[in-house]
């Protein structure tokens, strides 16, 4: 079974430029979110896709935007990047489908992106 | 989803147990409590989860108070590899993991 993974590693853009990261979701996960933590913080949620239609979001300005394709990978998209975008983005997949408040989360090891 | 409360960091002692506290005080009927940890430069990872009851699983187990605002997440024997960042989450119908600025343990040797 194949855990979640996410590309590229790291990456630097400059400020007003344009990036997409992307997220590969565990076998059998139809359910992908997607998380900004910056340096010593906890992981804030931006948003969530089930079965590729948007399911939830933070509160995040429209310029974070996602898709997610039918083998369930996702993309994150952010425009006009600022210097505080920079961040560790992360991706958690879960089989959705769950009742309630029991669904567990995997998470991916992270985007680190620096906006300079 | 209601918020958390945890202390910011604590300590412990290799092959000791750790008790990690967690405050919930304005938890709902419906909102189960989950743990995930933080390993230095990786995604947060599942520990465990509960209802009402004490949960045990291979990695702790979780102990959750009669009236549950508060719970336990224990390590029974701390291992340098429990180095990390632990987050006390509060999940119901909602999609979103608030995660907090969780509690980061510090394993001595």
């Known amino acids: 079974e194949t855990g979640v993974t996410q590309s590229p590693t790291h990456l630097i853009k400059t400020r007003g430029q344009q990036v997409t990261l992307r997220c590969s979701s565990q076998?059998?996960?139809?359910?992908v979110s997607w998380y900004q933590q910056a340096l010593g913080q906890g992981p804030q949620f931006i948003f969530q896709?089930?079965?590729?239609?948007?399911?939830g979001r933070g509160n995040f300005p429209p310029r974070f935007s996602g898709l997610q394709f039918p083998n369930y990978s996702s993309e994150l998209n952010v425009n006009a990047l600022e210097l505080d975008d920079s961040a560790l983005y992360l991706c958690?997949?879960?089989?959705?489908?769950?009742?309630?408040?029991?669904?567990?989360?995997?998470f991916g090891p992270g985007t680190r992106l620096l906006v300079l | 989803d209601a918020k958390t409360t945890q202390p910011n960091s604590m300590e412990s002692n290799e092959e000791e147990p750790v008790h990690l506290p967690c405050n919930h005080s304005?938890?709902?009927?419906?909102?189960?409590i989950h743990w995930y940890r933080q390993l230095p430069s990786q995604g947060p990872e599942y520990v465990i989860h509960?209802?009402?009851s004490n949960v045990n699983n291979r990695m702790a187990s979780l102990a959750i108070a009669e009236d549950r605002k508060s719970s336990t997440l224990i390590l029974h024997r701390a291992t340098l590899r429990d180095a990390a960042v632990y987050y006390c989450?509060?999940?119901?119908?909602?999609?979103?993991?608030?995660f907090g600025t969780g509690t980061s343990l510090t394993v001595i040797p």
């Open positions: 304005t938890i709902s009927g419906t909102d189960y």
């Open positions: 896709y089930y079965r590729e239609e948007e399911n």
């Open positions: 989450i509060l999940r119901s119908t909602g999609n979103q993991f608030y």
């Open positions: 076998s059998g996960h139809n359910t």
């Open positions: 509960g209802l009402t």
């Open positions: 958690a997949s879960s089989p959705g489908g769950v009742a309630g408040g029991q669904e567990t989360q995997y």
